[in-house]
């Protein structure tokens, strides 16, 4: 099935730094989700997006809908060692009805050094 | 208000039985969409029930189905299990009415498949 691009797909870094990952995709979504998920549990939703251009932020983290609406970028700033996981990129297409579904990236695993 | 969740946790079949996964929503929700997630391949669709219908379908083989109640709980089953079938399942909720909008997820069941 389709599935977003994103990247990177790991990322190992130190305590305090910025993060930064994005999806992008060949085609124009409505709405853009970021999910984390950590180790056995489900992904928690983190931020919504539902306009071009929108940016939002959740704490620490800021999420930006692309002007284009083919990508969406994730930042974490200050980072610490309760944000490991993978940070899951979705997106919702146009069209009308019940038959969308959701695209998902495969994921961004961030692994942070205390 | 109490989150999605999912029994059992974890399971251990063999090749050639049937297992059967049980959901129960957030109170409220009414529709149900079930994720297939594997290490190589992020979060496969399954399908999706809203109202006890299956209003939205992935390319999965005919031996994964399943069902909702009118109480919105919601099993899936998988009949003739393969070892390909090894996987986290993952359950999630939503509480409007379009398909596939902003979901919350259970913990998960982890299946394997000796």
């Known amino acids: 099935g389709q599935q977003l691009n994103q990247s990177p797909q790991s990322m190992f870094i130190q305590e305090g730094e910025d993060v930064s990952m994005n999806c992008t995709s060949s085609s124009i979504f409505n709405t853009w989700l970021w999910y984390k998920q950590e180790p056995g549990e489900g992904p928690v939703l983190l931020i919504a997006l539902y306009k071009a251009g929108e940016l939002t932020s959740n704490g620490r983290l800021t999420a930006q809908f692309g002007i284009t609406r083919k990508d969406s970028f994730l930042n974490i700033s200050a980072s610490i060692p309760s944000d490991v996981g993978i940070y899951f990129c979705a997106g919702i297409p146009p069209g009308a009805g019940n038959n969308r579904k959701l695209i998902w990236g495969l994921g961004t695993s961030l692994a942070v050094n205390p | 208000k109490a989150g999605v969740t999912q029994t059992p946790r974890y399971l251990i079949k063999t090749r050639g039985q049937q297992v059967t996964l049980s959901c129960s929503p957030i109170?409220?929700?009414?529709?149900v969409s079930w994720y297939q997630q594997t290490p190589g391949q992020g979060l496969q669709f399954l399908f999706e029930y809203f109202s006890e219908t299956q209003r939205n379908k992935g390319n999965f083989p005919g031996r994964f189905s399943g069902r909702q109640f009118s109480n919105s709980r919601s099993e899936m089953n998988v009949s003739t299990l393969e070892l390909g079938d090894s996987a986290l399942y993952l359950c999630?909720?939503?509480?409007?009415?379009?398909?596939?909008?902003?979901?919350?997820f259970g913990p998960g069941t982890r299946l394997l498949v000796l």
């Open positions: 999630a909720s939503s509480g409007t009415r379009e398909s596939q909008e902003t979901q919350y």
């Open positions: 109170s409220g929700h009414r529709s």
